[in-house]
């Protein structure tokens, strides 16, 4: 439904009314020139299809208040025009009377008014347009106030007012909208996005307790996502959250995220460039609690779909996965989630050995033991005792046997961007792969993957072929995009490993499948001077994702 508000006024410096005289006020309305409708397949979920006929007049309604004693002022149709070189429809004049004018009062003759319903027609008499009334969800899509129903305007003898008003597409089901005086119609179309996505659980079992468990296909090591999608609209440079904005499937009515995706409203104002953002978050484990992790956004003008940089497929559904427990993926796919705190106190031990030196075998079974306490239970690396084996990652920085009590956190399946700039690191997107791939091929060289029981010839093995991937030296070679740092006395199974890991070939599309590994990467912050340093020395883990 369509409906709006006018008002004509005209004020002198003091009150033309003669006794007797019956004063009133020609209100008019302009509306903008409707823009063809979209076809069916834009509403592809039920919303109020937009009309491919032309409108032909209004009809409105305007009274003396809103509650259910007030009294009609005009109800009535009127015909709907355009004017020579003009795109916008007009409607024809209405004549509203005024009353309690006092002719001997200086100040012009002025009365409030309520446009109520304002609905737009075809030939045939069939609504096509209306604005929403006062408290409809319909309105609930609409971005502006001031040119929603119910609204109050007071209309003065001989001068004209001109207000706005919103319309949307129109079927039987939406009814009672919104209006103006002397209307300009804004044509707005709903739309909606479609979100479905999986994820990839290494243990569905640490899911036990979250929503996920509600699911009838639960447990299995792909889920349904539940998500939790916002939406907003930039208005005068602010993000404004749109409509019911968050919107979420965490809830029976929607299946807990099983059997359809969730569909977001949005309006289309027609007449305007509309800029829109959605923030993609996933229910995932963080310790032990299961809060909506951000994982993406998208932002556009107008529609969704037609967007350069968004490709969804011909299912206009935005389909994605975290993990890579789909064979032939989605329109966008995650890294597999990795449940780590973002900062905790890191202790390190030495194993008897440092620099490029051969380890005694008997002195461990890696280039350190580490331990780290500060965080909560229930994240995939633990608190305390047992200690880790554990590596250095940078081979100029010395770090040493110290307890560091504010160290950051890290996965090399995220991208490099996630580490912040005051963290002087050399890592780009291409290391963060390569590293991935050698974490996942130590077996290559008869090293056991999980890089336990090794021995002393292993774990130099090991340790040379992360210097040569992270320490390498980002280059603009399209061929070699990372040049290999070379240990001294470099092991051949260490070069082989290291120079695998650099090969884009290898590393540029390589998947972690279930049960695999990744590095977790741990930046220390130390005091030099009273100043704050964050050392580009790295220690590794391997955790499986």
């Not at 004049?93 to 009365?111: F, M, Q, R, V, Y």
């Not at 804004?186 to 996920?212: M, N, Q, T, W």
């Not at 932002?299 to 779909?305: H, K, M, V, Y």
Request: proline residues 6%; charged residues 20%.
């Amino acid at each position: 439904m369509v409906a709006a508000v006018f008002v004509s006024c005209k004020k002198n410096e003091s009150s033309s009314v003669q006794p007797d005289q019956q004063v009133s006020a020609e209100v008019s309305f302009s509306v903008n020139k409707i823009i063809p409708e979209a076809s069916s397949e834009d509403f592809p979920f039920g919303l109020p299809e937009c009309s491919d006929t032309d409108p032909v007049t209004a009809d409105i309604v305007i009274k003396d208040g809103t509650g259910d004693d007030a009294l009609t002022i005009f109800t009535g149709t009127v015909d709907l025009f355009t004017l020579p070189g003009d795109d916008n429809l007009y409607t024809q004049a209405i004549k509203l009377d005024l009353t309690g004018c006092d002719p001997e009062s200086a100040e012009p003759c002025c009365n409030t008014f309520y446009v109520t319903e304002f609905y737009v027609k075809n030939a045939d008499g069939v609504i096509i347009y209306a604005a929403p009334a006062a408290g409809s969800e319909a309105q609930g899509w609409l971005d502006y106030p001031e040119r929603m129903l119910n609204r109050e305007i007071e209309i003065c003898e001989f001068k004209k007012f001109e207000f706005d008003i919103d319309v949307l597409c129109y079927e039987e089901e939406w009814y009672e909208y919104f209006g103006f005086f002397w209307l300009y119609a804004h044509k707005a179309e709903l739309r909606e996005i479609c979100f479905f996505g999986d994820v990839c659980l290494k243990s569905p079992y640490d899911y036990e307790l979250s929503d996920y468990a509600n699911q009838v296909t639960f447990p299995s090591i792909d889920v349904p996502a539940i998500i939790e999608i916002t939406v907003e609209k930039l208005i005068d440079g602010v993000w404004v959250e749109h409509g019911d904005s968050p919107y979420t499937n965490d809830n029976q009515e929607s299946g807990w995220g099983v059997g359809a995706p969730l569909c977001i409203p949005y309006t289309d104002y027609l007449d305007q460039v509309d800029t829109y953002k959605a923030t993609l978050k996933v229910m995932l484990k963080q310790g032990e609690d299961f809060p909506f992790i951000y994982m993406d956004e998208w932002i556009w003008l107008d529609i969704f779909e037609d967007e350069e940089d968004i490709d969804i497929g011909p299912d206009n559904i935005v389909d994605f996965v975290i993990g890579n427990c789909i064979v032939n993926g989605a329109d966008y796919v995650y890294a597999p989630w990795m449940n780590l705190p973002e900062t905790l106190t890191m202790e390190l031990s030495s194993n008897g050995w440092s620099g490029q030196n051969p380890p005694n075998p008997n002195n461990g079974e890696s280039y350190w033991d580490a331990r780290f306490t500060g965080f909560g239970a229930g994240y995939d690396i633990h608190v305390g005792d047992p200690w880790y084996e554990a590596y250095c990652g940078d081979v100029d920085n010395q770090i040493g046997s110290h307890t560091y009590s504010e160290t950051y956190v890290f996965s090399s399946l995220e991208p490099a961007s996630n580490i912040p700039s005051f963290i002087d690191h050399e890592f780009n997107d291409a290391k963060m792969k390569a590293m991935t791939y050698l974490a996942n091929h130590w077996n290559t060289e008869g090293i056991n993957n999980d890089l336990l029981a090794l021995n002393g010839t292993q774990v130099l093995t090991v340790q040379q072929a992360i210097w040569m991937v992270a320490n390498s030296t980002v280059t603009n070679n399209p061929l070699e995009p990372l040049a290999p740092f070379t240990p001294s006395n470099l092991l051949p199974a260490a070069s082989r490993l290291g120079l695998a890991a650099l090969d884009p070939d290898n590393y540029e599309n390589y998947e972690v499948l279930p049960g695999g590994y990744t590095f977790i990467m741990f930046f220390a912050k130390r005091v030099v001077n009273g100043v704050d340093v964050y050392d580009r020395q790295l220690i590794l883990i391997t955790v499986d994702p």
